[in-house]
């Protein structure tokens, strides 16, 4: 129930006090140490009421903008960390902790109940799902100690946490279940969508679209491999509902970039070429993975010539129209695209960047912390695009305007590769663990041409 980021994200917010230079970096040190020197959990339960102070304090003496955010996302995190363990694992309770540790200790008969309990739970054991076998012991466990012990004030903290337990496990069961539903309707959702009906019998591709009123597929099909149409592609071949032999019909018009073979998309822009391996790997030393590295490059060497910050896709732009909306375009850099994108912009999305991070992780941190200082980033994240468009400046102070609104599939994409980044290529491992991925993953590790002729 309480894993290890809930520590690093504390650790985070404090670290980020420090860095605006509001709390004093010693302090930071000494709370670092103690949340280390210790268990975790414990520490967060219980936060040392003059480590508080001094946040407040230091928080109080500052002027910089963003010290009371960081503090106010510490408290609360603190306060998540105490509702999580009030719901769902009680006994974790720092005032539980000494008397449960004392009165259990003779009762061996349920080593996992000796580790958990007055210790600290190992972090994932019990896991959810034995979480509520484990409340059943506990239970049996502290009503045998009651009765064997004569302290009044121990049967009294016994009988609190007691009185916790049936709805600690209600919650557990009701969670488990969530989940259990969350996954049926996902996998439902993944099995029920049937692409056949979407394939060109005379190119072997699949159709942009079927017409309901006259059950007719559109002419037109996606036909690039650097194209978001690939992830369709690649799941209807693993699910067999369009034969293997459609994902080498898709399209490899090649480009060269400073020695290196890439591929052409339609318009240029970051997301047809890394959106896909948000979840998708790429390989080393594979097509796939040159068309990333040439189409990343590109875009840097794109943005370099203008002097502007670098990740280009289709984003809204400071346009609106008569109800006041801000125009949606794609846009994109036009060495990588077979259609020439408007001569508007650059429009410069964070998103593209952080779709970048598996590519070049140095140089997307790097260009996410020179639009920092552009106030690009509010609230809910990055806004959704900075338009270096030359007309649609209305300051001689600065060239570009400011797209003030979120998109939630931006932020989506921006949070999933995060994730990926963080931890490990979370989401892919877990779209790659599907024994029908696994079955077409070979499609993903087609190797390069060396060289192009002239």
């Not at 293997?244 to 399209?251: A, H, M, N, R």
């Not at 429009?347 to 952080?354: A, H, K, Q, R």
């Not at 030359?390 to 921006?414: A, I, K």
């Not at 590769?417 to 931890?423: E, G, P, S, V």
């Amino acid at each position: 129930m309480l894993q290890p980021e809930l520590r690093d994200g504390f650790l985070d917010h404090i670290y980020g006090l420090t860095a605006i230079g509001t709390l004093p970096r010693r302090k930071f040190s000494a709370i670092k140490k103690a949340i280390d020197g210790q268990n975790w959990q414990t520490y967060l339960l219980d936060v040392p009421d003059d480590v508080l102070e001094d946040i407040h304090q230091s928080t109080s003496r500052s002027k910089h903008a963003d010290a009371r955010w960081f503090q106010e996302k510490a408290e609360e995190r603190i306060r998540q960390v105490s509702r999580t363990v009030q719901q769902y694992c009680p006994w974790m309770r720092p005032e539980f902790g000494a008397t449960l540790a004392s009165l259990l200790a003779p009762l061996k008969s349920n080593a996992d109940v000796d580790q958990q309990v007055g210790q600290g739970a190992a972090l994932d054991d019990p896991a959810l799902h034995d979480l509520p076998e484990f409340i059943d012991d506990l239970a049996v466990k502290i009503r045998a100690a009651s009765d064997s012990t004569a302290s009044a004030e121990s049967n009294a903290v016994l009988r609190e946490l007691l009185s916790l337990l049936p709805d600690a496990r209600a919650h557990v069961v009701r969670l488990i279940e969530n989940l259990k539903k969350l996954a049926v309707e996902a996998s439902m959702l993944a099995e029920e969508m049937d692409f056949k009906f979407l394939v060109s019998r005379s190119r072997g591709l699949l159709s942009i679209g079927f017409d309901v009123e006259t059950e007719q597929l559109h002419t037109a099909c996606y036909d690039l491999l650097a194209s978001e149409a690939r992830i369709a592609f690649f799941v209807a071949i693993a699910k067999d509902d369009i034969p293997q032999e459609s994902w080498f019909q898709l399209g490899r018009t090649h480009i060269m970039n400073n020695g290196t073979v890439g591929l052409l998309s339609w318009t240029g822009t970051m997301f047809e070429y890394l959106m896909p391996a948000l979840w998708m790997r790429i390989y080393p030393n594979t097509l796939l993975e040159r068309a990333a590295t040439v189409a990343v490059r590109a875009q840097q060497e794109y943005a370099a010539e203008k002097g502007v910050p670098w990740g280009i896709s289709e984003s809204s732009a400071f346009a609106e129209d008569n109800a006041g909306n801000y125009q949606y375009h794609a846009f994109g850099v036009p060495e990588l695209a077979i259609h020439k994108p408007d001569e508007n912009g650059p429009v410069i999305s964070p998103y593209s960047t952080f779709l970048a991070l598996p590519i070049d992780s140095i140089g997307a941190l790097r260009n996410l912390r020179k639009m920092q200082p552009r106030k690009s980033l509010a609230a809910y994240g990055f806004y959704e695009s900075l338009d270096f468009t030359p007309s649609r400046s209305r300051s001689r102070l600065r060239r570009y305007e400011m797209v003030r609104c979120w998109m939630v599939h931006h932020q989506g994409m921006s949070l999933l590769a995060m994730a990926n980044f963080l931890r490990d290529d979370v989401v892919q491992r877990w779209f790659h663990s599907h024994p029908r991925v696994q079955a077409a993953e070979l499609l993903l590790q087609e190797k390069p041409v060396d060289h192009l002729r002239s």
